[in-house]
């Protein structure tokens, strides 16, 4: 028995809504229309429960936030528009097997309500990545439950696993259920777009639409790290949590709009389950080649990288710090050099320390001493435990001397890093970063870790690095 009947893809811009947009919804009717066409789809569905995930609502870097309040309610007043305003029974008995199920999977979950959010310092209610979609869906019909999950910043395996077990919670509670992704794609389409312009926020949206048209899961798990940091988006994961619901069934997939008029772009696609053949469950093979990816690159480390990595493996699961190997490039022994080591679990950031100018007897031992203090003493983490080290990657950049510049005009932040300085303040960063793409993007950055106004006057200084990854 299928109790999962529908999945769809919902935009959250409020504008959309004419109580909010007004005369300006017009420049989205594409989307206004889709958004009601698959209001009507769901009503013809009668779902006993909409399990909604947004990309507004509370999010953590570890886990998944399940709203557990008896009613969930919302409004739009901080869009002119107090007087729309909602409330929805909480499907808890739904909340508690998704959450339950989750736990054996080693998925967390934040359960939220009064309480909790005000120990997060966030809120309960409902956001507008909510609202938005529900405005609509309400519409047509309100005779069901809701359960609103706030997407995490975990890896896409297991948010995709996750969408399994929303799936196998409806069966075991044998509810009637579809589940919606609300989120926009990339915020970069036009020079006046809200986050900037990039000219690859296109692009990302052309390739996750043509994978939505046909449901290629694997095409959308894969697109790479870099497109959608310049793409400026924040639907692809819910989208990835959808996309788990309905592993392994026989999906009919349809994008019913898709437009960009204010540069963000907006899609509303749905996907119906079908009577015939399941298909092949995607989740086991996904981290598989996650596993297979992480295999090869270790196979393809070089000396740098490599002495990095085991520096780390051996004080985490040790507490020993390694001195210099034999075998290493005559260079590492001879040279001195301010060196970064800069470690990531899942594409997000776990730990960049480094040196600007060199600290000790050789380049192995700054990589050595380096490589430990980003997973174990960089203060925006939690120190690297044992069980994290097969799944971080590693990058270890050399700086060569930095020189003054006189002026922004003889920065690049693809080529060069910059240094800024004020008195004792200091502030780095390297060159050719994911979503560094301006000068004055950098300079800002830098100032910000140094404390400095980029109002008061600083000294500049760029440095080229030498980049083992």
């Known amino acids: 028995m299928k109790n999962l009947l529908a999945g769809y893809l919902f935009p959250h811009p409020p504008i959309m809504i004419p109580e909010v947009g007004g005369r300006e919804v017009e420049k989205i009717q594409k989307t206004y229309n889709a ?21 507004h609502g509370p999010v953590f870097r570890d886990g998944i936030c399940i709203s557990v309040s008896p009613y969930l309610e919302g409004d739009l007043r901080n869009f002119g528009a107090g007087g729309l305003t909602f409330s929805f029974e909480n499907d808890t008995a739904l909340v508690k097997i998704i959450m339950e199920k989750a736990g054996k999977e080693n998925i967390l979950t934040a359960p939220l309500d009064k309480n909790t959010a005000r120990g997060y310092g966030v809120s309960s209610r409902l956001d507008h990545g909510t609202l938005v979609p529900l405005y609509f869906i309400s519409k047509e019909n309100r005779e069901f439950k809701l359960v609103h999950i706030s997407m995490g910043l975990l890896p896409y395996e297991e948010l995709y696993v996750f969408g399994r077990l929303i799936r196998d919670s409806l069966d075991a509670l044998n509810r009637k259920g579809v589940v919606v992704a609300s989120g926009d794609l990339s915020h970069r389409l036009t020079p006046d777009a809200p986050a900037g312009y990039n000219p690859r926020g ?4 052309e390739k996750l639409v043509n994978a939505l048209k046909v449901f290629d899961i694997e095409g959308i798990m894969n697109i790479e790290a870099g497109l959608i940091e310049k793409a400026g988006e924040c639907g692809l994961r819910p989208i990835i949590i959808l996309m788990g619901a309905l592993d392994g069934m026989n999906v009919e997939p349809e994008v019913l709009s898709y437009e960009g008029p204010f540069g963000v772009g907006y899609c509303i696609a749905r996907f119906h389950v079908k009577n015939g053949n ?5 989740a086991d093979k996904l981290f598989r080649l996650r596993e297979e990816k992480m295999k090869e690159k270790r196979a393809g480390e070089d000396p740098y990288v490599s002495l990095a990595r085991k520096s780390l493996e051996s004080y985490v699961k040790e507490g020993v710090v390694i001195e210099p190997p034999e075998g290493l490039p005559e260079e590492l022994y001879r ?12 594409g997000h950031l776990r730990g960049c320390i480094g040196t600007i100018a060199p600290t000790r007897d050789c380049i ?14 960089d203060p925006r983490f939690f120190p690297v435990e044992e069980d994290e080290l097969n799944h971080l990657e590693y990058s270890v950049d050399v700086l060569k001397e930095p020189e003054p510049v006189s002026s922004m005009e003889q920065l690049d932040p693809e080529r060069y890093g910059v ?7 200091t502030g780095l960063l390297l060159p050719n970063l994911e979503g560094i793409d301006t000068v004055e993007e950098q300079v800002e950055i830098a100032c910000q870790k140094a404390d400095i106004n980029p109002k008061e006057g600083f000294q500049i200084e760029r440095f080229e690095v030498i980049r083992h990854h």
């Open 419 to 425: 240094i800024v300085r004020k008195g004792k303040r």
């Open 202 to 205: 296109k692009e990302f949206d």
């Open 35 to 55: 958004a009601l066409e698959a209001s009507r789809d769901i009503k013809e569905h009668y779902p006993e429960t909409v399990v909604l995930i947004t990309p």
């Open 335 to 346: 040279e001195r050099a301010g060196v970064f080591v800069s470690i990531k679990k899942h």
């Open 278 to 282: 399941p298909a092949e469950g995607k």
């Open 364 to 377: 192995a031992r700054e990589i050595i001493e380096n490589a430990i203090s980003a997973g174990c003493r």
